[in-house]
């Protein structure tokens, strides 16, 4: 089985993301605009399709440029249909077919689909932790994808896909981590957190190990919720101002998530006092 150690050069592609659905799990919301480290779930995938020759997603039209907007007949018809709809408008001899719900999912990633789909002569789809295939996480010869489709009167994406998979790929970092639910959007969400955290960590020299981050939120929570919003990130400086002074107490993140939890009564205390 191909693993992400295996280089080799990237034929040209076109990507198809494909970004409908209804997002049931969700409660109806618009999952491809949900946003995750400051970017939409969509933009995410549409980074890591950056070198594709062309983009297109199978979905509502959205504000980005460089991207040819399709929809499925009927509109939520499925992913066969949506993949219809967006093979129609590939040249390209490659295409990358992407879910457009795929935060963790990178140029490289794409990359190594690619090579490992050139080097197999054929379609490659991406293996999860468990070894589950993900139908929306591979790469194929648009020809050969286009032909299947022509005589497929199915509507299972793997009861299309399945027969033409000439290697299975497993690559690190999760990439095939999709958001279904909400559990999952705080996942990804939480994940871009710690990455941040390791990085601004390096940046000035301080141990990641000595960050108690959790610690920190909550506080910062109960001052924004508590006191006023703008206050939390000025709580937040002002204690690593102490620490890194010295002066902050053993206990100073729960004597400030305490004041913050009686900001009504200090308050009050102190515009009373004298």
């Not at 690619?114 to 589950?132: I, T």
């Not at 006191?227 to 102490?242: D, H, I, K, M, Q």
Request: charged content about 20%; aromatic content about 4%.
């Amino acid at each position: 089985m191909p693993s992400s150690g295996d280089a080799g050069p990237v034929p040209v592609y076109d990507a198809v993301v494909l970004a409908g659905g209804q997002a049931r799990r969700l409660g109806g919301a618009d999952k491809p605009g949900l946003t995750v480290g400051g970017r939409s779930l969509l933009e995410h995938v549409l980074a890591a399709v950056a070198s594709a020759r062309r983009t297109v997603v199978a979905g509502p039209e959205r504000d980005l440029p460089g991207v040819v907007f399709v929809r499925e007949d009927p509109p939520g018809g499925g992913p066969v249909p949506a993949l219809a709809a967006g093979l129609a408008r590939v040249t390209a001899p490659w295409v990358a077919l992407l879910a457009g719900d795929l935060p963790f999912m990178t140029a490289a990633h794409v990359t190594a689909l690619l090579a490992a789909a050139r080097r197999a002569g054929g379609g490659v789809v991406l293996l999860d932790d468990e070894g589950r295939e993900q139908w929306l996480a591979g790469a194929w010869p648009a020809a050969e994808l286009k032909a299947a489709l022509a005589g497929y009167p199915g509507r299972s994406l793997k009861g299309l896909l399945a027969p033409l998979v000439r290697a299975r790929l497993r690559l690190p970092g999760r990439p095939w981590f999709d958001c279904d639910t909400m559990d999952d959007l705080e996942e990804a969400r939480m994940n871009v957190l710690h990455e941040w955290t390791i990085l601004a960590c390096e940046e000035l020299g301080i141990d990641p190990a000595r960050v108690d981050r959790d610690q920190i939120l909550d506080l910062t929570k109960e001052v924004a919720h508590g006191v006023a919003r703008p206050a939390a990130p000025l709580t937040a400086y002002l204690l690593g101002l102490a620490q890194g002074a010295g002066t902050a107490p053993e206990d100073a993140v729960a004597r400030l998530t305490t004041l913050a939890k009686n900001w009504g009564q200090a308050t009050t205390e102190t515009l009373t006092d004298g």
